[in-house]
């Protein structure tokens, strides 16, 4: 079975705060990680996938695979960061039962106070 | 490219009636996913269709169905709803259902009354 949790329904910062979102994971096999973002009234979009090891809008995130681990950065939060943070996972040597599939966290609301 | 169009937006039905979703995926996208969003459970998994065939179905009961025509177009059927089934649905295109990125439409919010 694979989950995900993320620990923290809410977080607050500040402007200009670090800001770091948690996200653990449980699979058997070698995940494919991935955050996605809900911003107000907006559709859910990729933010990050751990494969691309790439920094968007200041992003950041490193799979560790010893804590099962994928937890998002931002050294420098700005007030557009505020929004919906999803964590996921797709499970691609599950054969059939991956199809399309992804498992999602439960979110964290991001709230950047100015 | 025009994203994933869901239609309708919004939904309100009444308990036992039966409903239908329809979504359009990112032309040349065979692999179409679909997803029930609830504050307490959070987003979850229905099934994927990819080139008319559901390869994928997770955890709903039957009354969660759907199908993919041709085009790549999918629908989704919920019969005899109930108030638990008032939700917002997503839909989510991809290449071939086995690649690391979707696209996701902005859903149907549906209400049972």
């Known amino acids: 079975a694979q989950r995900v949790t993320q620990p923290e329904k809410l977080l607050s910062v500040f402007k200009g705060a670090p800001v770091e979102l948690k996200c653990n994971y449980s699979?058997?096999?070698?995940?494919?990680l991935f955050w996605y973002v809900q911003y107000s009234r907006q559709r859910l979009q990729l933010l990050l996938r751990h494969i691309s090891r790439e920094s968007i809008k200041g992003f950041t995130a490193d799979l560790n695979k010893g804590e099962t681990s994928f937890h998002l950065k931002k050294p420098f939060a700005q007030e557009e960061d505020s929004a919906m943070y999803y964590c996921?996972?797709?499970?691609?040597?599950?054969?059939?039962?991956?199809?399309?599939?992804?498992?999602f966290g439960q979110g964290t609301i991001l709230t950047v106070h100015p | 490219k025009a994203g994933v169009t869901q239609t309708p937006r919004y939904l309100i039905k009444t308990r036992g009636q039966q409903v239908t979703l329809s979504c359009s995926p990112i032309?040349?996208?065979?692999?179409v996913s679909w997803y029930q969003q609830t504050p307490g459970q959070g987003l979850q998994f229905l099934f994927e269709?990819?080139?008319?065939?559901?390869?994928n179905k997770g955890n709903f009961p039957g009354r969660f169905s759907g199908r993919q025509f041709s085009n790549s177009r999918s629908e989704m059927n919920v019969s005899t709803l109930e108030l638990g089934d008032s939700a917002l649905y997503l839909c989510?295109?991809?290449?071939?259902?086995?690649?690391?990125?979707?696209?996701f439409g902005q859903g149907t919010r549906l209400t049972v009354v």
């Open positions: 989510a295109s991809s290449f071939r259902g086995r690649t690391t990125e979707a696209f």
């Open positions: 032309s040349g996208h065979r692999s």
């Open positions: 269709y990819f080139s008319e065939t559901q390869r």
């Open positions: 699979y058997s096999g070698s995940p494919e």
């Open positions: 996921a996972l797709y499970g691609a040597n599950a054969g059939g039962t991956s199809y399309g599939k992804l498992t």
